[in-house]
């Protein structure tokens, strides 16, 4: 055995382990740090499927402009937004498709809403938000095209 050292021995300690007190003082501070970054998380949430939802709806809405162009009118209500991806019956002049891929749904699963001629302008474009209505407010709200 080299010079100075010792053979180990295994030493068992009474304080080896956590006590019940102190993981339950760490599982309070879990719970706090949790309730106080949880709502701002979903809060950003939130506000990121809005943000979504509004670049989709500028998405169609260009989309949209260039079907006017080559056809000389908006699609119907009728024929919806599926007119981007499809061609209608009786427009000869489609030039299509004018998107890429198949319409999504918004950010909450819920179908976009399509008017055409619109209130709001010459077509209508809007998502009705987290619970699926006309109205709301927060996540909720509407997220529209004019």
């Known amino acids: 055995?080299?010079?100075?050292?010792?053979p180990s021995s295994p030493r068992k300690s009474a304080s080896a382990g956590f006590t019940l007190l102190e993981l339950l003082v760490v599982m309070v501070i879990i719970g706090l740090l949790a309730g106080i970054v949880a709502p701002q998380y979903f809060a950003q949430l939130g506000k990121s499927n809005a943000k979504v939802a509004k670049a989709q709806i500028e998405s169609f809405s260009q989309a949209l402009d260039q079907y006017r162009l080559d056809v000389g009118r908006y699609p119907t209500?009728?024929?919806?937004?599926?007119?981007?991806?499809?061609?209608?019956?009786?427009?000869?002049k489609w030039q299509g498709p004018y998107l890429k891929r198949d319409i999504p749904a918004d950010p909450w699963?819920?179908?976009?809403?399509?008017?055409?001629?619109?209130?709001?302008?010459?077509f209508d474009l809007q998502s009705y938000g987290s619970d699926g209505q006309p109205?709301?407010?927060?996540?909720?709200?509407?997220?529209?095209?004019w």
Do not use: C, F, I
């Not at 209500?77 to 427009?91: F, H, K, N």
């Not at 109205?135 to 095209?145: F, I, L, N, P, Q």
């Open 109 to 122: 699963s819920n179908a976009y809403q399509y008017q055409a001629p619109g209130q709001h302008g010459e």
């Open 77 to 92: 209500t009728e024929q919806g937004l599926a007119a981007l991806r499809a061609a209608p019956a009786g427009v000869p």
């Open 135 to 145: 109205g709301g407010e927060g996540e909720a709200a509407d997220v529209v095209s």
């Open 1 to 6: 055995m080299p010079l100075g050292l010792k």
